[in-house]
C-alpha cells in the first residue's frame, strides 16, 4: 500500500513528512545524550539516524502509515517526530503484531506540550483512517513519556528487561471514551 503522507495543523504545530533536508536536524536530535537518556541511553551515529530516517520514509510507502515530522507554527526548523511504526522487537503476540506509536523531541522543545499536541493528533488521524489497538514501549523512569501515553488512552500491558533497563509495554485499544 502507498500512500502520501497527510499534512495535519493544529493550532501550535504541522505534522508533516519528513524531507531531505530534514535529516540534519532528525540526526542531531538522535546524537543528544538528553533525547536518548531513556531510550537506548545511547546517542546515534549518524549512521543509525540515517537507516531510521529511512525507515520512516518506508513505512508510508509500505504499510500506509508511519512517522511524521513535528513543525513549530512560526519554526522552518523540525522539533520532533512522533507516528506509528512496525518494530518487530520479539516481544511476543501481544505486542508485536501491532503498530507502535512513538514520539520524541528536540530538548528545547520538550515540558512546552507540542509532545501531547503532536500525539494527540496522529492518533486522532490513526483512529480515524487506520483504526485498532496500537501499543508502545517506555522507560519505566521516563515520568512525561509515561503521563504522555496515559492521557492518549494506553494502559499497562507487562513490564519487560531490555538491555537490563526495565521498560513499560503499554497498550491502547482504540480512542479513549
Request: proline residues 6%; contains cysteine.
Amino acid at each position: 500500500m502507498s500512500r502520501a503522507v497527510p499534512t495535519i495543523n493544529t493550532a501550535r504545530l504541522t505534522l508533516r513528512a519528513m524531507r531531505s533536508e530534514d535529516f540534519a536536524r532528525f540526526a542531531e536530535i538522535w546524537a543528544t545524550p538528553s533525547v536518548v537518556t531513556h531510550i537506548s541511553g545511547k546517542p546515534w551515529p549518524k549512521a543509525r539516524s540515517w537507516d531510521a530516517f529511512l525507515r520512516n520514509a518506508g513505512h508510508w510507502q509500505v504499510v500506509g502509515f508511519g512517522q511524521w515530522g513535528i513543525q513549530p507554527r512560526g519554526s522552518r526548523v523540525m522539533a520532533g517526530q512522533t507516528g506509528f511504526f512496525y518494530g518487530s522487537r520479539g516481544l511476543g503476540e501481544d505486542f508485536d503484531p501491532f503498530p507502535e506509536a512513538g514520539w520524541v523531541l528536540s530538548p528545547e522543545a520538550q515540558g512546552t506540550g507540542l509532545g501531547l499536541e503532536a500525539a494527540r493528533a496522529a492518533h486522532d488521524w490513526f483512529d480515524r483512517v487506520v483504526t485498532g489497538r496500537t501499543v508502545c514501549m517506555i522507560a519505566a523512569e521516563n515520568a512525561p513519556s509515561l503521563r504522555l501515553a496515559e492521557s492518549l488512552g494506553y494502559v499497562d500491558q507487562r513490564t519487560v528487561t531490555i538491555d537490563g533497563d526495565s521498560v513499560r509495554l503499554m497498550t491502547r485499544k482504540g480512542p479513549p471514551v
